[in-house]
Structure formats: structure tokens, C-alpha cells
């Protein structure tokens, strides 16, 4: 079977994942894989499915079941539609991401979206933004990027992300709700958030968004991955 390449961008919430991934995938031209939105739809299927919050087995069903399209609007925005229904807005709450991360840790969920998740893997290329994309999904990756940032400047970013989507949140509630999901994240048995062991780390604290990017770039250009 022909491979294609894969860069994985793995890191906390707020690291800038999901910008940076936008943009190499931008520039190489490559399918994007974020793969945060599917545990998003997980838990967002589930609350409408009125399933209870322990249901493991209701939600790896859903995870396995659901009908998740990722596409562009009209004016070429994102848009996700899940069961026929635009949920763009819904998933990208700090609510749906506390949803994500409560439904994240569950085996059968996490079983259930890996082959979703690998079969974004298509020519030309893929660029995979999430938790455990370079440690599991996909651990043959070209290229293993681990995004960092301070905790404080995380949740600035996000503060700034969501209130320019219109969202009514406060500073100290969403670092709160940050520190809460990173450690949700680190400490749960089944694929933790740790960087690949061959991965390359990037403190983006203080750095723009460009100089990420030219940074993910050079290292990609070393592996011949672009030009
Ligand atoms: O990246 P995003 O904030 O959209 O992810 C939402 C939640 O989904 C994370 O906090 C995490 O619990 C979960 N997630 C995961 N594995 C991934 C991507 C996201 O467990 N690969």
C-alpha cells in the first residue's frame, strides 16, 4: 500500500496546535486531521443522544457510528456537520472541550475513532493536530512536532480565541478549566498527553504564530517533506 507523509502536531490546549496545523497543511497543500473535534463530537453526540455521563459503551457506539463531515462553508470557513446538523459553533465552546476530555479517556471511545482518525491519512500528505497523534495514531510519522506554551499564555490564547467568537468567558475561570483538562489529560491510563519520544518540542511561550510556523517548516524542508 502507498504511504503518504504525516506530521503529527501533538500539545496541550491553547499550545497553538490548531493554528499551526492549519497553516502547514496550508502550505504543503496536505488533508488536516483535528482530530480534538471528533472527541468534541463524541461527547456532543452523546449529551443528545441524552446517554449518561458514564456510559462508555453508549459513547464508543456513537464514536464508531456517527456521521462527522469536515468541510468548508461558503466563505471557506470551517464547518463541521454532525448527523445532518451544523454543530461549527457547538464544538468549539470551553464546555464541549470539557465534554471532549471527560469522554476522551475512555478505551473503547479512544478504539473506536482510531481507524476514523487513520483513515485521514491520504495522498499528498496529512498534518495531525492532537494529543496522542504522534505516541499512537500515527507512530510511524515523518515528522513529530510537540507544541508547548506556558500555562498563563495558554489561556490567554484561548481567552482571546473564544471571545472573538462572541463567547461571554472570564480569564480566571478559563485557566481554571485549562489546568483541569491538562491534568485530566496527562494523567489518564490510555494515551496520555507526553511527547513522542522522537519528538521535536517547541516552547512557542512568546513566540508569534509566524515564527512557529517557519520553525515547523525548516524542520519539515530537513526531511525533504517540502521544499
Ligand atoms: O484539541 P481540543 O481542545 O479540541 O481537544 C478536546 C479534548 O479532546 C482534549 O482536552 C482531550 O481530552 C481530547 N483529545 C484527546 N486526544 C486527541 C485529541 C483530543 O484525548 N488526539
Redesign the pocket.
Known amino acids: 500500500m502507498p504511504t503518504s507523509p504525516i506530521v503529527t502536531i501533538?500539545g496541550?490546549?491553547g499550545s497553538g496546535?490548531?493554528t499551526i496545523s492549519r497553516a502547514i497543511a496550508r502550505h504543503a497543500g496536505w488533508h488536516l486531521l483535528?482530530?480534538?473535534?471528533?472527541?468534541?463530537l463524541v461527547a456532543l453526540a452523546g449529551a443528545r443522544a441524552g446517554l449518561a455521563p458514564d456510559d462508555e459503551a453508549g459513547h464508543a457506539r456513537l464514536a464508531a457510528t456517527m456521521d462527522a463531515v469536515f468541510g468548508a462553508g461558503p466563505d471557506s470557513a470551517e464547518q463541521v456537520i454532525l448527523d445532518g446538523l451544523d454543530v461549527t459553533a457547538g464544538?468549539r465552546s470551553e464546555q464541549?472541550?470539557?465534554g471532549?476530555?471527560?469522554?476522551?479517556?475512555w478505551p473503547a471511545v479512544?478504539r473506536a475513532l482510531l481507524e476514523r482518525?487513520r483513515a485521514f491519512a491520504r495522498p499528498p500528505g496529512l498534518v495531525a493536530?492532537?494529543?496522542?497523534?504522534g505516541t499512537?495514531?500515527f507512530p510511524h510519522a515523518d515528522l513529530k512536532i510537540f507544541l508547548t506554551a506556558s500555562p498563563a499564555e495558554r489561556a490567554l490564547r484561548r481567552y482571546k480565541q473564544l471571545k472573538d467568537k462572541g463567547s461571554d468567558v472570564s480569564l480566571a475561570a478559563l485557566s481554571r478549566d485549562i489546568a483541569e483538562?491538562d491534568l485530566?489529560?496527562s494523567t489518564?491510563a490510555v494515551?496520555p498527553?507526553k511527547p513522542a519520544s522522537d519528538a521535536e518540542v517547541i516552547d512557542s511561550t512568546g513566540l508569534s504564530i509566524e515564527a512557529v510556523v517557519g520553525r515547523v517548516l525548516e524542520l519539515g524542508a530537513r526531511r525533504s517533506l517540502w521544499a
Open positions: 501533538d496541550p490546549s496546535k490548531g483535528d482530530s480534538g473535534a471528533l472527541y468534541r464544538i464541549a472541550g470539557q471532549a476530555s471527560r469522554v476522551a479517556p479512544r482518525q493536530d492532537g494529543r496522542d497523534m499512537v495514531v483538562r485530566r489529560d489518564r494515551a498527553l
